[in-house]
Structure formats: C-alpha cells, structure tokens
C-alpha cells in the first residue's frame, strides 16, 4: 500500500472513530441531564460538564487527524505512515474507552447529585479520572506523530 | 466579631408564632434542626408538624392568585418581592389579612376583566367573521360561471363581469369593516392592559411574595420540637444580637420562658458568615461555592481562584486575537453591568454579566500568554515567541510549541508542580491553624515528596533514564523520594493506625503523580487550541502574517469557533484543575453559608 493511503485512512479512522465515541457519551449522557434539569433546573450549569467531557473527545480526535493530514507530506516511508496510524489507534481506542467510562459514571453522578447536590465533589471524580484517560492517549499519539 | 452562638429557648405554644415572627423580622436567626425520636410517648419532645389549617389557606390564596393572574392575561411574577408582609401576631391573623386584601383586590380589578373578556371575544368573534367571508369570497369568484343563453357571448361576459365586480367591491368593503373592528378590538385591549389601574393591581399581586414568605415561616416551625403545649428550638444568632433578642423575647412571653446561649462546641458545623466579594469577583465566587462553602476558619480561595484560574485558561487558550476579543467583551459586560439591574435580567444574561470580571481577566491572561509563544488568532506569524526566562529545561515562552511539544510539556508539568506545591503549602497553614500535630507532618513530608520527585526527574533527565534513579543516584532517591513517605507512613499508623498509614501513603503516591500528569493537560489543549485555529489559517492561505482579504471571513469563523466551543472546554478543564487537583488539598467545602431566616 503507498504510505500517503496509509496515513489519509489513519486521519478519516481518527476523527471518525473519536466522533463515534463522543456521541456515545453525549447520547447517554444527555437524556439523563435533561431529566435531572427538569427536576432541579438550578443544578444544570455544574453538571453540563459531563456532555462538555464528552464532546472534548471529537475535539481532540480532531486534533490528532488534523496533525496526521499536516504531516502528510513529508511522509516517504511506510514505516513513518504506520507510526501515523498508530497515533490515529491510540487517539481512536482511548476515546473510545474514555467514552465508555464517561457513559457510565455520568448518568450516575447525576441522579445521585439530583438527589443529593452535595454529593458531586465526590461522584464527579469517577468522569474526570475516566475522561482522563483520552488525555493520555492524546499525549501518546501526539509524540507518536510528531 | 462574626461569631455565632447557639441560641436555646423553650417556651409555652401560645408564643411560637409572635417569637417566630419577631425573630424574622429581625433576620438575626438560622433555625437548627431539634433533635427528637418523633416515636417516643406523647410525654415526650417529637418534632411540631407543619400547621394543616395555615397551609391549607397558604395554597388556597396561591391558587387564587395565579387565576387572577390568567384572568387578567398578565404573567404571574416569579420573583419574590422584598415585600413587608402584612401585619398580624401569628400566622393565621396574617393570612387572613392577606385573604381580605386579596379579595379587595378582585373586586377592584372585577370591571377590568370584565371589559378585557369583552375585547377578547370581540377579537374572536370578528376573526371568525373574516375567516368565513374569505373563505365565501373565494367561493363566489370561483363559482361564477358564465350561463348560457339567447344573448351573444360578449354581452353575457361583459355583464357577468359587471355583476362581479360589484359583488367583489361590496365584499371588500365588508372585509375593510371587519379589519377596523378588529383593529378597534386590539388596540382597546391594549390600552387596558397599558391601564395604570391594571400595573397597580399587578404590584398589588406582591400577595404572591408575602404567601412564598408564610410557607418559608411553615418550614421553620418543622424544626422546632414541642412536647405538649411546650415548645422547644435552637437557632444560631450572632453573638452581638443576643441582647436584643432575649430583651424581645422576654417581652412578648411576659417572661415565662427559658432562653440560654451557649458557645459552639467541637463537633458542630458551624455555619460561616461569608462577605459578599465586590462585582469584579462574582464570577470566581460563583466558581468556587460551587463545591461548597468554607468551614468556620477556613481560608476562603475566591481571590486565590481569581488568580489561578484565569492564569490556568491563558495557557490553554493563549492567543493575542481572541483574547483582545475576550477582554473587549469582558469590558462591555461590565459597562453593562452598571447600567442594569442584574435581578431583572434574564438567567443566561445575569451570568454572563456576573462573570464579566472573570471573562475580562482571563482575555487579559490569554493575551499575556499569546504574546510569549507568539500566536495572534492562531501561529500567524505576526507575532513571534518571546523567551520570558530559562531555568534549567525549562522554557517559559520562547519556542513554537507545534514544534517542540516535549518543551510545552515540560513547561506545564513544572506549572503543575507549583500549583500542587501551592495547594499543599496552603494544607500546612491551615494545619498548623489548627494545631494538629499529625496532619502537619504529613503535609510537610507530602511537600518534601513531590518536590524531591520533581528534583529527581529534572536532575537525571526524565523518565527514559529511570535506571540511573537506582544506580548511581540511589542514596539522592531514598533521601528524597523514600524518606518522606516512609515518615508520613508512621505518622498516620500514630495517629490512626497501620492500615490507615498505609492506605494513605499508596494514595499519596499514586495522587501526586497523577496530578502532576494531568497538568499535561494544559499542553494538550494549548495545542488543540493552535491546531484548530492552523486549520483555519491553512484554509484562508494566510502565511507570514499577512491576511489576504479573502482569509478574514475564514478566520472569524475560526475564532468563533475558538471562543463558543474551544473556549468553554478550557474553562471545563480549568475547573477540573481546580476542583480535583488544586482545591481539595486544602478546602474541605463541607461549610454551611449562615443565611438567617429574614422576613421583612
């Protein structure tokens, strides 16, 4: 396969597959925040950071395929455009992990904060430790690509 | 001084309500919730249930108001009025005043409604009206057909054309005279509602306030306990007030009544008074009585946070362009901010012009932050990376960071071991506030960790040459990375015990390094931030810092873009920052804001 094939797959795999699992998170998390707002409206602003977590995800997706299309010309080998696609895994699947653990503690925090508000500082770490996680991935594959 | 008591009263049931009311209206009391097995004998304290009768005409007068309201086609008021509630001594006298006042009120406003139901089915009628003469005229236009006859064609087309145009001018006169009417109708409708007498009714409806005022009262009597006709509460006061406020009591029992003061002991939560912040700092107070407020002695982070945070957003959202957008619409907001009265706004207007200081600091940060690593709306080449100084391997500004990210990185873990540092240093002095021998120590040795680790890792160059941390620079290791957490260890087995030491010290290890990566964060989104606005740089084919014409409407998208999405996930991240890696090393936000019961 040329290597300029290899890394424009790698950029449509990477912002495709972190798109896919930003809406994974956004579409659970979402129906569960309407419902928490239509109960207590006032708690809506803090925990619309959990739909916020999960659009950072394609926004990040982005930035790795962004870089990988930026460096395609200086692309030769196959082995720079397999290091390429790496980045794209890397970033895709530790989006896709973060988007799991963002579906699941989300909804969670909060129907617990809706009935008790005071119990966020807690809850809320189990969404930003699995949110952290894609921030890992994108130092990785951002070293991976540059 | 701002200090609280607890104030203790019992007296007989006759007295609650004119206590109740004059307490409230003094605004000095944040009631307790008594403490009481509701399941013990009659003889017994059980808590007083909330008054049936009272709450029963409460709601009654709530619904009458809001279907006056409806009958009036005006929109109920939401807001609660600081409206002086009527006079009475207890609950029920003033509810019945509210009654009477409400029922003067409906026969005042009985001829108003009167005409405003006459213009409404006016308008409804002629509307009808109208639909149906549109609806026949398209009928009559449409049926007219030519007969046939003895006559020849061109006569019997020139009269039907006659005839109709007469019939089409009759009928439009009559749709003219049913759009006056209607027009008529709308504009006497309107000139009702503008009725001074209908505005005063409305600012009569302040009823509504004062109901929302005697649920508030209903609410407070819950926490009181009562044990046959004896009644008994607690309530937090202000130490000066006590004075005043066993003076008033006394007087309305005729002293027949036991009141003590008392000191907070220990194990209270002892609701703090917090200061207002001028309306620069809204916004940072917001952010932080978010989590929580502060415990009684507690230092109080708003000021911190209006440092830090804005610091924290310049990194991530560093850029000359959007932060000038940024600190011009921080400035607007805040001349608007004089103008207007924020309790009159809207919710989404009233936080935007509450965060107008925060928004104006942060576009200041960023631009700060911009010129150093020399990005203006995106690496545009207008401006270049300015070296603010070099310690070491570390590079404050001075470099393009789309180029040498493991710079950036470098640079945000050292701001991630400062902020850290900070927090902890703050921990201490709040320890040592409260002289707890234990925790002192351990913080000073969680200090003593981290900065040994951070040592370790800039002297022997990172992590790839971790063999070294145990060859040659083993005896540097333990004195600076095993000693203190082998000290913490045996200072939380002391003070609690093995297992507690233990568990702590793993979480202190494994806490520390995660927070410090997850300063890496900062890079990241430093770099998302420039790849985004690249992205739109590259497409409008702006290169060494020239902007052709047709690249601007390009790069305001861009920047749009940047400030909705991009920038609302940075003060995301921001927040994160704080509420996970920098605010609960040394704030407990497990405080109580003292927010006294105040009827006026």
């Known amino acids: 396969m040329e290597p300029s094939t290899l890394v424009v797959i790698a950029a449509a795999l990477c912002i495709i597959v972190c798109a896919g699992a930003a809406v994974y998170a956004i579409k659970t998390c979402a129906p569960a925040l309407a419902s928490v707002t239509a109960e207590k409206p006032e708690l809506g602003s803090k925990l619309l950071i959990t739909i916020i977590l999960g659009e950072a995800l394609a926004i990040y997706g982005l930035l790795i395929a962004f870089m990988i299309i930026a460096r395609m010309p200086e692309i030769e080998t196959l082995d720079q455009a397999i290091q390429s696609l790496l980045a794209a895994i890397t970033m895709s699947s530790t989006a896709v992990i973060a988007a799991i653990g963002i579906a699941y503690t989300g909804p969670a925090m909060m129907t617990a904060a809706a009935e008790k508000p005071e119990s966020f500082t807690t809850n809320i770490l189990g969404l930003v430790l699995s949110e952290a996680l894609a921030i890992y991935g994108l130092l990785i594959a951002f070293m991976l690509n540059g | ?600």
Request: with cysteine; charged share 20%; hydrophobic share 45%.
């Open chain 2, 1 to 600: 001084m701002q200090d609280l008591q607890k104030l203790k009263v019992i007296l007989f049931e006759s007295h609650q309500e004119p206590v109740l009311l004059f307490l409230g209206k003094l605004g000095v009391a944040q009631y307790i919730k008594v403490n009481c097995e509701e399941e013990l004998d009659t003889g017994f304290l059980h808590a007083c249930p909330i008054p049936n009768d009272e709450s029963l005409l409460n709601s009654d007068i709530k619904t009458r108001i809001l279907r006056d309201f409806e009958d009036m086609h005006l929109k109920p008021d939401n807001k609660i009025h600081d409206e002086v509630l009527l006079p009475g001594k207890t609950i029920k006298e003033i509810l019945s005043n509210i009654e009477q006042k409400l029922t003067e009120i409906e026969t005042e406003s009985t001829p108003l409604i009167e005409l405003l139901d006459l213009a409404s089915t006016l308008i409804k009628k002629t509307g009808q009206q109208l639909q149906t003469w549109e609806a026949s005229h398209k009928n009559i236009t449409s049926n007219h057909k030519p007969q046939s006859g003895q006559h020849s064609p061109e006569e019997l087309l020139l009269e039907a054309n006659g005839h109709l145009t007469d019939i089409n001018n009759q009928l439009e006169e009559t749709g003219r005279e049913f759009l006056e009417l209607q027009s008529l109708a709308f504009s006497e409708e309107h000139s009702i509602k503008e009725n001074s007498e209908i505005s005063n009714i409305q600012s009569n409806m302040s009823l509504q306030g004062m109901t929302l005022k005697v649920d508030t009262l209903l609410e407070a009597e819950k926490n009181m306990a009562q044990c046959d006709s004896i009644i008994y509460f607690e309530a937090w006061i202000l130490k000066k007030q006590f004075p005043k406020v066993e003076e008033g009591i006394n007087e309305i029992t005729n002293g027949r009544c036991v009141i003590e003061q008392e000191n907070p002991k220990p194990e209270d939560n002892v609701p703090n008074v917090i200061k207002h912040h001028p309306h620069f700092f809204e916004g940072f107070e917001s952010l932080t009585f978010s989590i929580g407020y502060p415990r009684k002695g507690e230092i109080n982070p708003t000021y911190l946070i209006a440092l830090t945070f804005p610091f924290l957003f310049g990194i991530m959202f560093a850029d000359v362009g959007q932060g000038l957008i940024l600190f011009i619409g921080g400035i607007l907001l805040l001349i608007k901010r004089s103008r207007v009265d924020i309790n009159k706004v809207g919710s989404i207007q009233r936080g935007l012009l509450r965060s107008a200081g925060m928004i104006l600091l942060c576009g200041i940060s960023a631009m700060t932050f911009g010129y150093f690593f020399g990005e203006f709306f995106g690496p545009s080449g207008v401006l270049h990376p300015v070296l603010l100084f070099e310690i070491g391997p570390f590079k404050f500004g001075g470099f393009d960071p789309m180029h040498e990210p493991l710079t950036l990185l470098r640079f945000t873990i050292l701001i991630g071991v400062s902020f850290i540092t900070l927090g902890l240093i703050l921990r201490l002095i709040n320890h040592l506030k409260r002289r707890e021998l234990a925790q002192i120590i351990v913080s000073i040795c969680w200090i003593w960790f981290l900065l040994g680790g951070f040592l370790m890792w800039v002297y022997w160059g990172g992590i790839s040459q971790i063999t070294t941390w145990f060859g040659e620079g083993l005896p540097m290791f333990l004195t600076l990375v095993i000693t203190p957490l082998i000290i913490m260890l045996f200072a939380m087995a002391k003070a609690e015990n093995l297992m507690e030491g233990i568990d702590f010290t793993i979480e202190v290890f494994i806490e520390t390094l995660g927070h410090t990566l997850s300063f890496c964060r900062l890079a990241a989104l430093f770099l998302t931030h420039t790849a985004l606005s690249t992205m739109f740089l590259e497409l409008g084919g702006v290169e060494n810092g020239i902007f052709p014409l047709a690249s601007i409407p390009l790069v305001a998208i861009g920047t749009v873009l940047s400030i909705s999405i991009e920038g609302l996930l940075v003060m995301v991240h921001c927040l994160r920052l704080h509420w996970i890696e920098l605010l609960p090393k040394f704030y407990s936000a497990k405080g109580t804001l003292f927010n006294p019961l105040e009827i006026k």
